[in-house]
C-alpha cells in the first residue's frame, strides 16, 4: 500500500527536528492547530523499531478550558443548523476520509504498530461510522400520535444537548474516537472534545483537520493530549454535558462515577476476557483458524480479542496442535511490511506488562505451549515485538485464563461438555463478548440464549456487529445506559422534548373549567 499524500496545511507546519525526525504535535482548537504551552511532552513510538517519531504536548488545565470554550462557544449555531445540512457536511468527510485512506492507514500502523490490513480496517471503521452518521435526518426523528386526548395532539422531538466530551485508548487511533465517539455526537447537532490517546493522537489529528476541510465550523470538534490530572476536568465541568470513555475497568468506573456525580451522560467501555467455547462437532481447522484471528489479530490489544478458549477435553489435543501449527505458519515483523500477520505490541512499557503476565502464567502452573517473550526481528530487534504466547491446561483458580492482559497471549481451558463450559464463561466478571463453535444448532440456540455475553458469536470469533446495531458489553465490561453505535447512540447523544398542544374552537374558548389532568387524561 502507496501512502498518498495528505494535503493537510495544518499537520505541515508542524515544527520538526531535522536531526531526529521527530515532529511536535498541537493541539486543534477552534479550528487550527495551536501551540500549546506546556513545557511538558510525551514521546510517541514507532512499535515497529521502537524509534521516537513525535512527541506531543501534555496539555495544560488552561487549555483544556479553553477547549472546551471554544466547543460551548461552537454549540448554538451549530445546533441550530438543520439536520440535513449536518448530513451534507458528514457525506464530505466520508469521502475525505476515503480520498486519505492510504496515508491515514501508514500513519496509524507508524503509531500503533497495526498491519497495513489492521491499520486500514481500523480506518475503514472510523468511515463506516461517519457513514451511518450521513442518515442523521431520518435516525433523530421523532415520534407523534393525534388525538392524545381529545382534542390534543403530542409530538416528540430529538435535540441536541451540548458538549461531549471523549476518552479515547490507545489500540484504534482511528475507530474508537472518529468513529464511535465523534460522529454520531457531531451530527445530532453537539460538538466535541477529544482526549486523543497520548501514545496514538496522529491519525485522530489528522482526521480532526479533515473536519476544517470537510466545511465544519470551528470549534466543533477539538483535539487534545493530556494527563489524566487535566483530564478530570472533563468530568467535573459544568458544560460538558456527556462523556465517552473507552479504557481499563478501574479507570471506567472512576469516570463513571464522577461524571454521573456532575450530572452527565456516561459510556464508560471497559475491559474484557472474551471467551469461545468449542464443542467436538466444531471443524477443527476452521475453527483454528478462527480462534488465531481472534486472539491474535491487533496483537491481541483488542476489547473484543478472543483470549481465551473453553474447549471440550476429547478434541483439545487436536485443537491445540493445530492452533500451534497455523501460528508458525504466520510471519512476525513490522506493521508496514505487507507480509506480517503478527505485529508489535505499542510500548515497551505494555510488552514488558505482557510478558510479567506470561510469567505470571507459568508461575500458576498452565502449561506453556508457545512462548513469545524472545521475540525478535531480525532488522527491528529495537520494536516492542511479542511473538504467539498459548497456554494450555489454564485451570479456573489461574489469573492468566479470568484477566484482560491484552497481548498475544492464548488460554486453553478444558471441560467435559457444554454445560459445564457455558459455566465456566459466564462466572466470568466482564461480558463483552462469547463464542461458540459448533455444527450444533440446538447447542448454538441455547448458548446464544444463556450466555452473559453482550456480543455473541456462533462460528464468529469478533462479533462486533455492523455499526447500526449497538456495541453492547454487560457487566464489568460496560457502565452506562446507553452503548454506543445504532440507535442507542443517537440516544444518547440527544434528548427527548415531548410538546402536547390543543386548538380551541369558538364553543371551547368560552369554556370556564379545566380538567385537573389537562392535556394528559385518557377519560
Not at 184 to 211: D, H, Q, R
Not at 308 to 333: F, H, P, S, Y
Request: charged letters at 20%.
Amino acid at each position: 500500500m502507496v501512502p498518498r499524500a495528505h494535503h493537510s496545511a495544518g499537520l505541515k507546519i508542524q515544527e520538526e527536528n531535522q536531526m531526529t525526525k521527530t515532529t511536535t504535535l498541537r493541539p486543534f482548537i477552534n479550528g487550527n492547530y495551536v501551540d500549546s504551552k506546556s513545557e511538558k511532552y510525551m514521546d510517541i513510538y514507532d512499535p515497529s523499531t521502537g524509534e521516537i517519531i513525535a512527541r506531543t504536548p501534555c496539555c495544560t488545565k488552561d487549555e483544556v478550558e479553553q477547549v472546551i470554550a471554544a466547543a460551548s462557544k461552537a454549540y448554538p449555531a451549530w445546533a441550530a443548523t438543520p439536520a440535513h445540512k449536518r448530513a451534507q457536511l458528514m457525506f464530505k468527510l466520508r469521502n475525505l476520509i476515503e480520498e486519505n485512506m492510504d496515508d491515514l492507514t501508514m500513519t496509524l500502523a507508524k503509531e500503533n504498530g497495526k498491519t497495513l490490513d489492521e491499520a486500514a480496517g481500523d480506518v475503514l471503521k472510523a468511515k463506516e461510522m461517519t457513514e451511518f452518521a450521513c442518515g442523521i435526518p431520518t435516525l433523530m426523528m421523532g415520534e407523534s400520535l393525534m388525538n392524545t386526548s381529545t382534542g390534543y395532539d403530542t409530538t416528540l422531538y430529538r435535540e441536541s444537548i451540548g458538549v461531549f466530551a471523549g476518552i479515547a485508548p490507545w489500540n484504534f487511533p482511528a475507530m474508537i474516537p472518529m468513529g464511535w465517539m465523534a460522529p454520531l455526537a457531531i451530527a445530532c447537532g453537539n460538538t466535541y472534545v477529544l482526549k486523543a490517546a497520548s501514545n496514538t493522537p496522529m491519525t485522530s489529528l489528522k482526521i480532526a483537520e479533515l473536519y476544517k476541510t470537510a466545511g465544519f465550523p470551528d470549534g466543533v470538534i477539538n483535539v487534545v493530549t493530556c494527563s489524566r490530572n487535566e483530564a478530570e476536568l472533563l468530568m467535573t465541568h459544568p458544560d460538558v454535558r456527556g462523556i465517552t470513555f473507552v479504557g481499563s475497568t478501574s479507570v471506567g468506573k472512576h469516570v463513571y462515577a464522577t461524571a454521573a456525580t456532575n450530572g452527565k451522560r456516561v459510556q464508560a467501555l471497559c475491559e474484557a476476557k472474551n471467551h469461545a467455547l468449542v464443542l467436538k462437532d466444531a471443524p477443527i481447522t476452521r475453527t483454528a483458524a478462527g480462534i488465531i484471528n481472534s486472539a491474535f489479530g491487533c496483537a491481541g490489544e483488542r476489547c473484543m480479542a478472543l483470549p481465551t478458549v473453553v474447549v471440550e477435553e476429547e478434541i483439545a489435543d487436536q485443537l491445540v496442535a493445530e492452533i500451534v501449527r497455523l501460528c508458525k505458519n504466520q510471519k512476525i515483523g513490522p506493521a508496514y511490511d505487507k507480509t506480517t500477520a503478527l505485529g508489535p505490541v505499542v510500548t515497551a512499557e505494555h510488552k514488558k506488562n505482557v510478558i510479567e503476565w506470561i510469567e505470571k502464567g507459568i508461575a500458576s502452573g498452565a502449561k506453556l505451549v508457545m512462548d513469545g517473550r524472545n521475540c525478535v526481528v531480525p532488522g527491528y530487534e529495537n520494536g516492542f515485538y511479542v511473538g504467539h504466547t498459548i497456554f494450555d491446561h489454564v485451570g479456573p483458580e489461574m489469573a492468566i485464563g479470568d484477566n484482560e492482559v491484552f497481548g498475544p497471549v492464548l488460554c486453553i481451558k478444558r471441560v467435559k461438555n457444554f454445560e459445564e463450559g457455558l459455566a465456566l464463561m459466564n462466572r466470568n466478571p466482564f461480558a463483552n463478548g462469547s463464542v461458540i463453535f459448533t455444527q450444533n444448532g440446538y447447542y448454538a440456540r441455547e448458548f446464544t440464549r444463556r450466555t452473559d455475553g453482550g456480543m455473541v458469536g456462533v462460528n464468529v470469533g469478533i462479533p462486533v456487529p455492523l455499526g447500526i446495531f449497538p456495541f453492547s458489553g454487560h457487566k464489568l465490561s460496560f457502565f452506562g445506559d446507553l452503548h454506543c453505535h445504532g440507535k442507542d447512540s443517537v440516544r444518547f447523544f440527544t434528548e427527548s422534548k415531548t410538546v402536547t398542544s390543543r386548538w380551541f374552537n369558538e364553543d371551547e374558548m368560552k369554556e370556564e373549567k379545566v380538567s385537573t389532568w389537562d392535556g394528559s387524561s385518557s377519560l
